[in-house]
């Protein structure tokens, strides 16, 4: 689950709504009464209201939930409620992970209520405990209060918390989170403050697998934050058991272009669980992503096609064997995962006779528009050295089904970019080079306005990249060189926009600039399957221009 901190960008406000609905109000005049017997400086908890061995439950639940590992969080504070019925953290702890995270049903509000009235009944020991509980309260009364006021009290009360209790880890944590709820845009002071939170307590570089987390979800691009690849490291490190923080760290690796590094966390995140398409393999706004889609790209950007197609192979066994007791809609997101993966695969090896001939059927009608695209593109590149007739219409047909999607979703939409790059594609096989630079120009504006939105964080194709192929195809590589420039500028080590460059600068009579690009691309396709043409064409250079 992440910002796509992503990023991984920020979640919208509905998520964080969701993932820090530890609000209080009339909790905070409780929660301040706490604090007010406390001396300045408070120490951390000293003793527990809880067995020990439900305290040692506890404690792993904690960690379980400040990464929003919430599934796994919430079955470890049942162990504790089992142990100790009268441990009031283990409910405080079931009230937090039965909130409506994304994917949870709004019914399970009810189990909060009813763990947070319980917690605060039993009242734990120490203050400080109560604190927490006490914390929480908010979250469910006043209920007239609206829901932003009460998220505010929450945020301020931790506040005070982390001011009476300096060496309490975990209200720094829960505090940074319910910073980042108020997050409305990536970058803003909400997210600041969150980062800030988290720093004060552990430092640039925490040490703590939670607060590592919250601030990877916190900065808005890790390429400009000189510690983003140090934090990523911890919480690769120290991270539960859980496939969700080992997520998050691929896709921080991923933004730095350090796929070999992302590929081992996706992986790890898979091995933690029995099924490839399960509920705990879905992050993101309204858990839209899916960690074996972010591995097959790891994959591919690493030349790695076979076992990106064997990854494919095993969530295709996987969705053809899904039986009743998964959850439909996660069976449902997986199959449209599938496609996208397909369909990336295809991208990456430019198979464009794979793409020219996907079979519609074999697609749900809500995904028929990126098969249009992938169709489209592929004939119109297919077409291009034999001037291919056939593939040209199909590309055309192709394009016109997808032009009636394009106007339907909006002039700023990702079909209408799609639409765009077939356009030009087609435009680009013909040396029709006004008609494509005019397509390829409002494709790569409405991409950069998705992008600033976070709407597109990453695309199955680059328009700059689609648009530096054309401009060689066309011949004109002193443009491609600049559309393979600016692909690096926001993907990192992209290796086929290292690839292309070293074409270019070929084409331009730079030698020395070519076997430079051409070493960069040979360093990130050190894994890369045997035997593939671009590996042969790289080392056929640099061994004849030594």
Request: hydrophobic share 50%; aromatic share 6%; with cysteine.
């Amino acid at each position: 689950m992440m910002r796509t901190a992503a990023k991984f960008k920020r979640y919208p406000v509905p998520f964080f709504v969701a993932v820090v609905a530890l609000a209080c109000t009339s909790g905070l005049v409780c929660v301040e009464r706490l604090l007010a017997q406390q001396s300045p400086g408070g120490d951390a908890i000293n003793g527990h209201s809880c067995t020990a061995e439900a305290i040692a439950r506890v404690d792993e639940g904690k960690a379980l939930a400040q990464v929003l590992a919430m599934d796994e969080a919430r079955r470890v504070f049942e162990q504790a409620v089992t142990l100790d019925a009268e441990c009031a953290l283990a409910h405080w702890g079931l009230a937090i992970t039965n909130l409506p995270w994304p994917g949870e049903a709004a019914s399970r509000l009810a189990e909060a209520r009813a763990r947070d009235e319980l917690a605060r009944a039993i009242a734990p020991r120490t203050q400080q405990e109560r604190a927490h509980v006490q914390a929480l309260a908010a979250l469910f009364e006043p209920a007239a209060d609206p829901f932003p006021l009460r998220q505010r009290a929450y945020r301020d009360a931790l506040r005070r918390l982390v001011e009476a209790y300096p060496n309490d880890d975990d209200a720094s944590v829960w505090l940074a989170l319910a910073e980042l709820s108020l997050s409305t845009a990536p970058g803003d002071e909400a997210a600041a403050l969150a980062a800030a939170a988290v720093r004060d307590r552990f430092g640039k570089v925490p040490r703590h697998a939670g607060a590592a987390f919250v601030l990877l979800l916190a900065v808005d691009d890790p390429r400009a934050d000189a510690d983003a690849r140090a934090i990523a490291d911890v919480l690769a490190r120290t991270a539960p058991t859980a496939p969700g923080p080992r997520h998050i760290a691929a896709r921080v690796y991923q933004q730095l272009g350090l796929w070999a590094e992302a590929a081992r966390q996706d992986e790890a995140a898979l091995a933690l669980v029995t099924t490839p398409i399960g509920g705990r393999l879905l992050y993101g706004p309204e858990r839209r992503w899916f960690i074996p889609e972010s591995l097959l790209t790891s994959y591919v950007e690493l030349g790695r096609f076979e076992d990106a197609g064997t990854l494919l192979k095993t969530i295709d066994a996987a969705l053809a064997h899904a039986g009743r007791a998964q959850e439909a809609d996660v069976v449902e997101r997986a199959h449209r995962a599938r496609t996208r993966m397909r369909v990336r695969l295809a991208l990456e090896r430019q198979d464009w006779s794979a793409l020219r001939k996907l079979p519609r059927s074999a697609f749900a009608d809500q995904d028929l528009e990126l098969v249009w695209f992938a169709q489209g593109l592929g004939a119109a590149r297919f077409a291009f050295p034999h001037q291919d007739a056939e593939a040209f219409a199909e590309a055309r047909a192709a394009a016109t089904e997808l032009e009636d999607v394009a106007r339907a979703a909006g002039p700023s939409s990702e079909a209408m970019r799609r639409w765009l790059l077939v356009r030009a594609a087609i435009a680009g096989g013909q040396y029709e080079r006004d008609e494509m630079t005019v397509m390829l120009r409002q494709a790569q504006q409405i991409e950069g306005e998705l992008r600033a939105s976070g709407q597109l964080p990453r695309p199955l194709v680059w328009a700059d990249e689609v648009a530096g192929d054309l401009r060689l195809q066309v011949d004109e590589a002193g443009k491609a060189r600049l559309r393979y420039t600016d692909v690096l500028s926001k993907q990192p080590r992209r290796a086929r926009a290292f690839l292309g460059l070293a074409r270019a600068e070929n084409a331009l009579g730079n030698q020395a600039a070519a076997r430079a690009a051409y070493r960069q691309f040979l360093d990130v396709w050190a894994q890369a399957d045997a035997g593939r043409p671009e590996l042969l064409e790289a080392r056929k250079f640099l061994g004849s221009t030594r």
